[in-house]
Protein backbone atom coordinates (compact mmCIF):
# COMPACT_ATOMS: atom_id res chain seq x y z
CA UNK A 1 0.00 0.00 0.00
CA UNK A 2 2.74 2.22 0.98
CA UNK A 3 4.84 1.41 -2.69
CA UNK A 4 1.11 2.59 -4.08
CA UNK A 5 0.60 5.64 -2.29
CA UNK A 6 4.12 6.53 -3.53
CA UNK A 7 3.84 5.72 -7.15
CA UNK A 8 0.18 8.54 -6.82
CA UNK A 9 2.19 10.51 -5.41
CA UNK A 10 5.44 10.58 -7.59
CA UNK A 11 3.10 10.33 -10.65
CA UNK A 12 5.67 11.51 -13.43
CA UNK A 13 8.57 9.25 -11.87
CA UNK A 14 5.90 6.54 -12.28
CA UNK A 15 4.71 6.90 -15.70
CA UNK A 16 8.41 7.36 -16.70
CA UNK A 17 9.36 4.39 -15.03
CA UNK A 18 6.51 2.40 -16.52
CA UNK A 19 7.19 4.09 -20.12
CA UNK A 20 11.02 2.72 -19.84
CA UNK A 21 9.70 -0.68 -18.70
CA UNK A 22 7.34 -0.83 -21.53
CA UNK A 23 10.10 0.34 -24.29
CA UNK A 24 12.88 -2.03 -22.81
CA UNK A 25 10.06 -4.96 -23.59
CA UNK A 26 9.57 -3.79 -26.82
CA UNK A 27 13.38 -2.31 -28.10
CA UNK A 28 15.63 -2.98 -25.65
CA UNK A 29 18.77 -1.14 -27.69
CA UNK A 30 16.83 2.24 -27.95
CA UNK A 31 16.38 1.91 -24.86
CA UNK A 32 19.48 1.44 -23.84
CA UNK A 33 20.38 4.73 -25.90
CA UNK A 34 17.48 7.02 -24.39
CA UNK A 35 19.00 5.72 -20.79
CA UNK A 36 22.74 6.75 -22.21
CA UNK A 37 20.66 10.30 -23.39
CA UNK A 38 18.96 10.76 -19.84
CA UNK A 39 22.14 9.91 -17.62
CA UNK A 40 24.36 12.01 -20.15
CA UNK A 41 21.49 14.84 -19.40
CA UNK A 42 21.49 14.61 -15.66
CA UNK A 43 25.13 14.70 -14.94
CA UNK A 44 24.94 17.87 -17.45
CA UNK A 45 22.05 19.81 -15.03
CA UNK A 46 23.35 17.80 -11.92
CA UNK A 47 25.91 20.46 -10.73
CA UNK A 48 23.52 23.45 -11.69
CA UNK A 49 20.61 21.67 -9.54
CA UNK A 50 22.54 21.57 -6.46
CA UNK A 51 23.74 24.58 -6.69
CA UNK A 52 20.47 25.95 -7.10
CA UNK A 53 19.61 24.34 -3.43
CA UNK A 54 22.53 25.24 -2.18
CA UNK A 55 21.14 29.36 -2.97
CA UNK A 56 17.51 28.28 -1.43
CA UNK A 57 19.27 27.34 1.28
CA UNK A 58 21.15 30.17 2.14
CA UNK A 59 17.82 32.34 1.37
CA UNK A 60 16.07 30.14 3.61
CA UNK A 61 18.85 30.63 6.46
CA UNK A 62 20.30 34.70 5.98
CA UNK A 63 17.18 36.00 4.50
CA UNK A 64 14.30 36.53 7.74
CA UNK A 65 11.07 35.91 7.55
CA UNK A 66 10.68 39.66 8.41
CA UNK A 67 12.43 41.30 5.46
CA UNK A 68 10.73 39.10 2.82
CA UNK A 69 7.44 39.99 4.44
CA UNK A 70 8.01 43.43 3.90
CA UNK A 71 9.46 43.78 0.87
CA UNK A 72 7.64 40.94 -1.27
CA UNK A 73 4.15 40.36 1.10
CA UNK A 74 1.17 42.45 1.72
CA UNK A 75 3.22 44.92 3.27
CA UNK A 76 5.41 45.73 0.10
CA UNK A 77 2.28 47.26 -1.21
CA UNK A 78 2.53 47.98 -5.31
CA UNK A 79 6.48 48.39 -5.11
CA UNK A 80 6.63 44.61 -4.46
CA UNK A 81 4.97 44.57 -7.34
CA UNK A 82 6.90 46.19 -9.82
CA UNK A 83 10.06 44.84 -7.71
CA UNK A 84 8.70 41.27 -8.43
CA UNK A 85 8.35 42.63 -12.41
CA UNK A 86 12.07 43.73 -12.57
CA UNK A 87 13.41 40.66 -10.42
CA UNK A 88 12.14 38.22 -12.86
CA UNK A 89 13.19 40.15 -16.06
CA UNK A 90 16.69 39.30 -14.92
CA UNK A 91 16.73 36.27 -14.05
CA UNK A 92 17.59 33.81 -16.07
CA UNK A 93 17.94 29.89 -16.89
CA UNK A 94 15.51 26.94 -16.92
CA UNK A 95 12.03 26.57 -14.85
CA UNK A 96 13.94 23.88 -12.37
CA UNK A 97 15.87 26.67 -10.99
CA UNK A 98 13.25 29.50 -10.65
CA UNK A 99 10.40 27.16 -8.92
CA UNK A 100 12.38 26.31 -5.74
CA UNK A 101 13.44 29.57 -5.28
CA UNK A 102 9.38 30.89 -5.68
CA UNK A 103 8.48 28.53 -3.01
CA UNK A 104 11.13 29.67 -0.70
CA UNK A 105 10.01 32.92 -1.41
CA UNK A 106 6.77 32.30 -0.96
CA UNK A 107 7.29 30.40 2.48
CA UNK A 108 9.23 33.33 3.17
CA UNK A 109 6.12 35.53 3.04
CA UNK A 110 5.87 36.52 -0.31
CA UNK A 111 2.73 37.05 -1.99
CA UNK A 112 0.82 35.34 -4.34
CA UNK A 113 0.62 38.20 -7.03
CA UNK A 114 4.62 38.87 -6.27
CA UNK A 115 5.52 34.91 -7.22
CA UNK A 116 3.04 35.27 -10.19
CA UNK A 117 4.64 38.45 -11.38
CA UNK A 118 8.10 36.54 -11.11
CA UNK A 119 6.92 33.99 -13.37
CA UNK A 120 5.22 36.29 -15.91
CA UNK A 121 8.17 38.91 -16.43
CA UNK A 122 10.17 36.01 -16.25
CA UNK A 123 9.35 34.86 -19.65
CA UNK A 124 11.23 38.68 -20.64
CA UNK A 125 14.39 37.92 -19.38
CA UNK A 126 16.38 41.18 -20.34
CA UNK A 127 19.66 39.37 -20.21
CA UNK A 128 18.31 37.81 -23.30
CA UNK A 129 16.36 40.47 -25.38
CA UNK A 130 19.66 41.00 -28.12
CA UNK A 131 19.51 37.47 -28.74
CA UNK A 132 15.61 37.39 -29.47
CA UNK A 133 15.95 41.14 -31.63
CA UNK A 134 18.82 39.09 -33.47
CA UNK A 135 16.20 36.35 -35.01
CA UNK A 136 12.85 38.01 -34.65
CA UNK A 137 13.37 41.84 -35.12
CA UNK A 138 12.85 44.75 -32.77
CA UNK A 139 9.19 45.32 -33.14
CA UNK A 140 8.24 41.79 -32.04
CA UNK A 141 10.79 42.05 -28.63
CA UNK A 142 9.30 45.46 -27.94
CA UNK A 143 5.80 44.49 -28.62
CA UNK A 144 5.82 41.44 -26.68
CA UNK A 145 8.23 42.24 -23.63
CA UNK A 146 5.85 45.53 -23.09
CA UNK A 147 2.46 43.57 -23.06
CA UNK A 148 4.39 40.61 -21.21
CA UNK A 149 5.43 43.59 -18.06
CA UNK A 150 1.82 45.34 -18.77
CA UNK A 151 0.06 42.15 -17.69
CA UNK A 152 1.89 40.50 -15.37
CA UNK A 153 0.43 42.65 -12.47
CA UNK A 154 -3.25 42.57 -13.01
CA UNK A 155 -2.13 39.05 -13.53
CA UNK A 156 -0.57 38.60 -10.41
CA UNK A 157 -3.72 40.61 -8.75
CA UNK A 158 -6.05 38.09 -10.11
CA UNK A 159 -4.05 34.79 -9.01
CA UNK A 160 -3.68 36.38 -5.81
CA UNK A 161 -7.30 36.25 -5.86
CA UNK A 162 -8.09 33.21 -6.80
CA UNK A 163 -5.35 31.85 -4.32
CA UNK A 164 -6.68 34.15 -1.22
CA UNK A 165 -5.87 33.65 1.98
CA UNK A 166 -4.87 30.46 2.25
CA UNK A 167 -2.32 28.32 4.41
CA UNK A 168 0.52 27.95 2.89
CA UNK A 169 0.64 24.47 4.45
CA UNK A 170 -2.27 23.65 1.62
CA UNK A 171 0.26 24.43 -1.12
CA UNK A 172 3.81 23.85 -0.74
CA UNK A 173 4.18 21.39 1.68
Known sequence: M??????????????????????GWTAPEKTVRALQYGGTLLLSV???????????????TWISRDVVARLLGKKGGIKALFLAALCGTLLIGPPYIIFP?????????????VITIVL?????????I??????????????????????????????????????????LD
Open 120 to 128: AAYAVKLPM
Open 2 to 23: MILRWFASQWLVSVVLLLYLWA
Open 46 to 60: GLLIVAVMGLVGLIQ
Open 130 to 171: PLEVGFLGWPFSLGRSVLTLLFAIPIGLLVERLMGDSPDHEY
Open 101 to 113: LLMTVRKHGARWA
